[in-house]
């Protein structure tokens, strides 16, 4: 028999009624269980939430804070980087996340320090469900009875998650993607689902099918796309700052530059090459005489 307790005045006790509540109830969906179609829900509203107005200025502050924190990290020198993913590392649970949303992440096999989007955007979804779900008893009840109702899963979505389950690591991810691009009506149950391996919904999100279909669904070619795909707006940023639009620069200067912008980012291991600067700027090889009176191949920044 499951018991819900949910207590929206306590944070941490605050459910996702459209998420959290079919995955409790689908634990017991055995036939042989006599309750399995049987839930009792205790819960306890909170009509007063902070204004969406509050609540933005809230977050704006604390990426403000996670800026200011990740930029010092990045110029500071190797030595302090250390002590200082040492320190967040060691922050006590309930320190976590109060004033910023800077985290220990692993990228490319190192420990670097960085914005925690999964905590930032759980924020946000937490606020929404006290704001809408917990500010009236109605509400509430309402919501949850649509949430079992959705919990009803499809023939067709009960045999992918059997073939899911018993199929092997080296294969669970194209088993995913070919049912997310064949099925995607079905992309709520999918989403729902605790036992699917996170990282395919972002890898699923951010590179899309074909993509992935490209890489054989080979995931350590996946998950290097993938965060050259995530930093590759932060290089932009980056490059604009370090390179002046109508100046020249010759190949080893960017090439230089590059591995600067990349080291500066954490991007251990990757490689600068001067042909990808075209991939971050609008850009001309050209040739130039320079001050020794050399000719030599350049790049004109443009607009």
């Not at 998420?19 to 006599?34: E, V």
């Not at 006290?130 to 067709?156: D, E, G």
């Not at 290089?235 to 090439?255: D, L, M, Q, W």
């Amino acid at each position: 028999m499951t018991f819900v307790f949910i207590n929206a005045g306590k944070e941490w006790q605050t459910l996702d009624i459209m998420l959290d509540i079919p995955q409790i109830l689908g634990r017991q969906r055995l036939d042989i269980n006599p309750f399995r179609h049987d839930a009792v829900i205790y819960y306890k509203t909170k009509p007063n939430c902070l204004s969406e107005q509050e609540f933005r200025l809230q977050q704006k502050a604390m990426e403000l804070e996670t800026e200011q924190f990740i930029n010092g990290f990045n110029n500071a020198p190797d030595s302090m980087k250390e002590r200082l993913i040492k320190l967040v590392r060691d922050r006590a649970d309930d320190k976590k996340f109060i004033d910023d949303y800077v985290d220990v992440l692993q990228v490319n096999g190192r420990q670097t320090l960085g914005i925690n989007t999964l905590v930032q955007m759980a924020m946000w979804n937490k606020w929404q469900q006290r704001t809408h779900y917990y500010s009236h008893s109605c509400q509430l009840t309402t919501s949850i009875q649509s949430a079992i109702s959705m919990n009803v899963k499809p023939q067709k979505v009960k045999d992918f998650e059997q073939q899911y389950y018993s199929a092997s690591d080296k294969d669970r991810l194209k088993i995913y993607s070919d049912f997310r691009n064949s099925h995607s009506r079905y992309d709520p149950f999918i989403l729902q689902n605790p036992f699917i391996d996170i990282r395919f919904h972002d890898w699923y999100g951010k590179l899309g099918y074909n993509e992935l279909k490209r890489l054989n669904f080979d995931e350590q070619k996946v998950e290097q796309e993938y965060n050259s795909f995530c930093n590759h707006e932060p290089i932009i940023r980056k490059c604009r700052e370090a390179f002046t639009v109508g100046s020249f620069y010759t190949k080893p200067e960017v090439k230089k530059t590059l591995q600067q912008i990349y080291d500066s980012l954490g991007l251990i291991g990757k490689k600068a090459k001067t042909t990808e600067l075209s991939q971050y700027m609008s850009v001309r090889e050209c040739m130039i005489t320079c001050a020794d009176g050399k000719r030599r191949e350049c790049y004109e920044i443009l607009p």
